[in-house]
């Protein structure tokens, strides 16, 4: 059976999205086109907006195991699978193509929340022969999108971890992560916590059509700020840096975080991996037609004259003279503002299995 898609623009606005198309994931056995034929486009024009659908999944496991090289964490959980902020450059958008699903619009409208995950969390931490290594959240989806202020399980699995005494580090855009400052705050002090808040653009207009779901850059950096007075390390994230569109700002984006508190800063060049790339490149015809071929140029440029570059190391540089005067911008900024590249390490020597309230260790 062919699932039916909402078409592209302009016969479906998508009004608050980030994707212009819903195409097919690339394991479909069928894909469907939308084509103008004249007839209704007023009407067509007037459609509502898509409205967020959320499924519940209920997993036996909730640590997902990594061995990537360039990765700087073994462990993570994901709390959501999708993401409500529709960031038209989010690298996890191909994952949704496992769930028969689109990578474009499909991503942004059809979230599938974990709401037992603080639980499973709970039972695989008390397994016997765990090891406590710094779990790692927000490297998929962000755990502070819209839909965690009603289902709280980012919230369930910090009451998890700080029960445990468990390091974790989190990356999110999303200032509702101050509603869990009463946690944070405690757990940073006992050296469990770090976060990285990424700031794409200083351009309030750029990042509402590039990311339309996602808090202001001005309230991104208060959110630092905030952070940083709890006590939370930060790390100001400039990612990603599209080349030809925010490349420019990389030097003020990192003098802003920290002027509000970060202590550290990274950045990561643009990626686009798997269906993401022709995402991409249709809002950019969309909204900046007249910057698209030379955005995909440079792209292109610092990706070996591909649109994308998967290899480890390289995908998270670039390569070339253009990436590696942008390495170059980021080590003289970072040098002049005292940004560390890395924050200070986690404690996991504090882990501990709670007793029961009879006094038995919690093995399930």
């Known amino acids: 059976m062919i699932k039916p898609a909402p078409p592209s623009d302009p016969f479906h606005p998508a009004r608050g999205r980030g994707a212009r198309s819903n195409t097919a994931g690339r394991f479909e056995p069928y894909l469907r086109e939308a084509v103008a034929d004249g007839w209704n486009s007023e009407e067509e024009a007037d459609l509502p907006p898509i409205r967020t659908e959320v499924a ?133 002090a006992k050296g469990l916590v770090r976060v990285g808040v990424s700031v794409t653009t200083l351009d309030p207009k750029l990042s509402r059509l590039m990311e339309p779901r996602v808090p202001a850059p001005a309230r991104r950096l208060r959110m630092i700020e905030a952070l940083s007075q709890a006590g939370v390390p930060v790390r100001v994230c400039a990612s990603p840096m599209v080349p030809g569109l925010t490349d420019h700002e990389l030097e003020a984006i990192l003098s802003a975080g920290q002027a509000a508190g970060a202590i550290a800063a990274s950045f990561i060049p643009l990626r686009l991996p798997g269906e993401v790339r022709d995402i991409f490149y249709d809002w950019l015809q969309t909204h900046l037609p007249g910057k698209a071929a030379k955005v995909m140029g440079q792209v292109r440029e610092i990706r070996g004259g591909k649109d994308n570059d998967a290899e480890f190391g390289s995908r998270m540089r670039g390569t070339g003279p253009a990436a590696q005067l942008l390495a170059h911008r980021y080590a003289i900024a970072t040098k002049r503002l005292g940004l560390r590249r890395e924050l200070p390490a986690l404690r996991d020597d504090l882990f501990a299995v709670p007793r029961a309230p009879d006094g038995q260790l919690c093995l399930f």
């Open 56 to 188: 519940v999944e209920k997993p036996r496991r909730v640590l997902t195991r990594n061995t990537s090289p360039d990765l700087s964490f073994d462990r993570s959980v994901n709390p959501y699978r999708g993401c409500e902020h529709g960031c038209t450059y989010c690298f996890a958008r191909p994952s949704h193509a496992y769930l028969g699903l689109s990578p474009g619009l499909d991503f942004e409208t059809r979230l599938t929340a974990k709401p037992t995950a603080p639980e499973r969390l709970r039972a695989e931490l008390s397994a016997r022969g765990y090891t406590p290594k710094s779990i790692a959240i927000g490297t998929n989806t962000d755990p502070y999108q819209p839909i965690e202020k009603s289902w709280r399980i980012m919230r369930g699995l910090l009451e998890v971890l700080a029960e445990f005494q468990h390091p974790v580090t989190i990356v999110t855009k999303g200032t509702l992560i101050e509603r869990d400052l009463d946690i944070l705050g405690p757990m940073a």
